[in-house]
């Protein structure tokens, strides 16, 4: 059987299948993007679909927190945009 990888959100700490979440990246440019091949190089943050938590990561602001560095908040914005109505 083959074993399915985990990977654990940063705002509700939960783990689920690497599949089922949003993966952002920070290269080493310093861009951050949204990764939805889950193959793009750099650092990675993995994010759960719900709604709850898509709120307390642009509330906490988690990926500042996550990259160590001052995210743009057209990140936050595109991150809802994509899976905020869900």
Not at 6 to 21: F, L, S, Y
Not at 56 to 83: D, G, H, M, Q, T
Request: aromatic share 6%; hydrophobic share 35%.
């Amino acid at each position: 059987m083959k074993q399915i990888p985990m990977r654990t959100c940063i705002a509700c700490r939960g783990e689920k299948p690497k599949r089922e979440m949003l993966r952002v990246v920070k290269n080493a440019a310093g861009e951050i993007r949204l990764d939805f091949s889950g193959k793009l190089p750099g650092r990675g943050a993995y994010i759960c679909d719900s709604a709850e938590c898509i709120k307390k990561l642009r509330r906490y602001r988690l990926l500042n927190k996550n990259f160590s560095c001052e995210v743009p908040e057209e990140v936050y914005a595109r991150i809802e945009e994509e899976y905020g109505a869900k």
